[in-house]
C-alpha cells in the first residue's frame, strides 16, 4: 500500500491505496469520505461511505462485491453511496446475486438481487450536471473521459458559505437583524479539492479543463518511457502528454497512479521527470 500526506491550503490529506493498470486500483482519502475506485480489497476502503467506481473495466470495480459483503455480515449499517456508470449497475446487481447465492449454498437459477443492503446506487451520468452530496461539506461532480469504454472522472467540492457583496461591511446587530428577518446573506460557493480523472486519454482532460485547476489531481499514467508510447492508442496517458500540455496545469499537486506493472523501480520513473523544469517537477508524486 502507498501513503501520501500533502498539506493543501491549511488541510491535511492522507491519500492511502495502490494502483498498477491492468492490475488493481483503488485509492482511498479519508479525510473526505472517499474512495475512488474499488479494484482490489484495501481495508481501509471498507470504512469509508462513498466509492466512485470510474468505469467497468475489473481492476477497477472487481473486489467491489467484497465491501458490500463485509459490511453486511460485520454489522456496518451506516448508508453508504456507490456513484458508477449507469451501464455498470445491473451486472454489478447479477455479481452481488451470484455471490449470495454462492454464500448461501445454493443452486440452480439466480434470482436477481434488486436492492442492495444499507447501499444508495448513483449513477455517474446523473452527477454530470449536479453536486452530488458525499458529506455534509463535500460533494462531487462527474465528467465523461475518454477510454475504450465509458469511463469518468470525478472532480470533489469543498462547500462553503461567502458572505454576499451588498452585505460586506455591516456590523454585528445588522446581520443578526437580517437573519431574523428571514434574509439569506451568504451565497454557496463550491471550491474543487480533488480531481481523480479515472482511465482516460489525455483527451479527456482536454474536453474537460476542470481538471487543470483543481488544488489536488490525481492523474493516470500508464507510459512513462518511449517503448510505451503506443499505449495512447489503449486511450491512456503517457508522459509526453503531459509534458506536451504542462503550461495548463494550475494544480498544487500532480499525482500519478496506474503505472503499468512493467516499471519495476521507482527511481527509473523519478528519472523520467527530468524532462520537466524544477518548479513543475516539484509538483508531482508518482503513486507507486
Not at 13 to 34: A, H
Not at 86 to 111: D, L, R, T
Not at 125 to 133: A, F, H, L, V
Not at 149 to 169: M, Q, V, W
Request: proline share 3%; glycine share 6%; hydrophobic share 35%.
Amino acid at each position: 500500500m502507498s501513503h501520501l500526506k500533502l498539506n493543501i491550503n491549511k488541510c491535511t490529506y492522507n491519500i492511502y491505496g495502490y494502483s498498477r493498470g491492468g492490475e488493481k486500483t483503488c485509492i482511498v482519502i479519508p479525510e473526505l469520505d472517499v474512495v475512488f475506485d474499488f479494484g482490489y480489497v484495501e481495508s481501509k476502503a471498507i470504512p469509508i461511505n462513498n466509492k466512485l467506481i470510474s468505469h467497468g473495466h475489473i481492476d477497477h470495480i472487481g473486489s467491489l462485491h467484497t465491501d458490500h459483503y463485509f459490511r453486511w455480515s460485520n454489522k456496518i449499517l451506516k448508508q453508504q453511496q456507490y456513484i458508477m456508470p449507469e451501464q455498470c449497475m445491473n451486472p454489478y446487481k447479477m455479481v452481488i446475486s451470484g455471490f449470495a447465492h454462492m454464500n448461501n449454498g445454493k443452486i440452480g437459477k439466480i434470482n436477481m438481487i434488486t436492492e442492495l443492503k444499507n447501499i444508495t446506487l448513483t449513477s455517474s451520468e446523473n452527477c454530470i450536471n449536479n453536486m452530488t452530496p458525499l458529506t455534509n461539506e463535500y460533494y462531487c461532480k462527474s465528467f465523461l473521459m475518454d477510454h475504450r469504454i465509458i469511463s469518468f472522472g470525478y472532480i470533489i467540492y469543498r462547500k462553503s458559505k461567502k458572505l454576499k457583496p451588498e452585505y460586506i461591511g455591516l456590523n454585528k446587530s445588522d446581520y443578526i437583524e437580517l437573519k431574523k428577518s428571514g434574509i439569506e446573506i451568504t451565497n454557496e460557493i463550491y471550491s474543487p479539492v480533488v480531481g481523480y480523472t479515472g482511465d482516460t486519454s489525455i483527451n479527456g482532460l482536454l474536453n474537460n479543463i476542470d481538471f487543470f485547476d483543481v488544488p489536488i489531481l490525481l492523474m493516470e499514467c500508464t507510459g512513462f518511457d518511449q517503448d510505451d508510447i503506443d499505449i495512447r492508442l489503449d486511450n491512456h496517458i503517457h508522459l509526453n502528454d503531459i509534458y506536451e500540455h504542462k503550461n495548463k496545469f494550475n494544480c498544487q499537486k500532480i499525482i500519478l497512479y496506474h503505472i503499468s506493472p512493467k516499471y519495476k523501480n521507482l527511481d527509473y520513473l523519478l528519472s523520467w521527470l527530468s524532462v520537466f523544469d524544477d518548479d513543475f517537477k516539484s509538483k508531482i508524486e508518482i503513486f507507486y
